[in-house]
């Protein structure tokens, strides 16, 4: 029964993946993967920073191979353009990388051949085809900014589902520390009404895993490992708004983080 669920959940969001957005009549931004938007308009790495944090959540961040993947195909096409991320480098330090969001880079993609270096002022990072390039903050390119969407309505985790898909995308996965970061900035700035949100993991067929499709690869438990096998009623993934994920009762009413 639950791999039935399981399946349904995955296959029902399916359709809900990619579609154009409209601004204003003449709208210069595509959804690419459901959490990122391409924005094609060409901005400064600090403008591109301002713009998504006033319109979306902030410039994107990248934690794996297959989140870049995802980030830059759409349909059936690929985007190759020079194109922004959050990532910079702190002063003074050459290693130094991190993304707008907050935390550290701990993964760094695929720097090109002799990238990144140490030019003066190239401190802000963009991709350029499959590779990772630093660039002058000057550069006026198109840009990735993160959507996240925080709703202070109070709804059991399958209301929350639903509403998500209905009036968004989905539940919220949060694949890295700094998606994690800025969700929980997010729910501050909202001032939400409760003190957990529910996110789109689900405890299914014997393990957890994102609703949406994405891999579980970083995780945020709490030590001590009483997520790993769950009471029958606490199998859904909620997100405290000062601290780590928890296995909450799936009836319970939590505000809740579309994208």
């Known amino acids: ?108 993609g695929t720097w090109d051949r002799n990238q990144p270096n140490n030019d003066n002022g190239k401190d802000y990072g963009m991709i350029m085809g499959n590779t990772w390039h630093n660039a002058d903050e000057d550069l006026q390119i198109p840009f990735f900014c993160l959507k996240l969407i925080v709703v202070r309505e109070s709804k059991t985790w399958e209301e929350a589902l639903e509403y998500c898909r209905e009036k968004h995308i989905d539940l919220t996965s949060l694949v890295s520390e700094t998606e994690l970061l800025l969700a929980q900035r997010e729910s501050r700035e909202a001032q939400t009404t409760t003190t957990h949100l529910w996110t789109g993991l689900r405890y299914l067929a014997n393990r957890w895993l994102w609703v949406n499709g994405d891999p579980l690869e970083y995780e945020a438990w709490p030590q001590g490992g009483l997520h790993q096998c769950p009471a029958w009623n606490l199998r859904c993934g909620a997100m405290a708004t000062e601290g780590a994920w928890e296995a909450r009762d799936c009836q319970e009413s939590l505000n809740f983080i579309c994208y």
């Open 1 to 108: 029964m639950e791999k039935t669920v399981c399946t349904a959940l995955l296959l029902s969001n399916v359709l809900g993946q990619f579609w154009n957005m409209g601004y204003g009549g003449n709208p210069p931004y595509i959804s690419v993967s459901g959490k990122h938007v391409y924005v094609h308009d060409q901005k400064r790495w600090l403008e591109a920073q301002k713009f998504c944090k006033e319109h979306y959540t902030d410039l994107s961040s990248i934690s794996s191979v297959w989140e870049q993947q995802q980030l830059q195909r759409r349909g059936d096409w690929w985007i190759n353009y020079s194109t922004w991320i959050g990532l910079y480098r702190e002063p003074n330090n050459i290693t130094g990388w991190r993304w707008s969001g907050g935390g550290y880079a701990t993964y760094l």
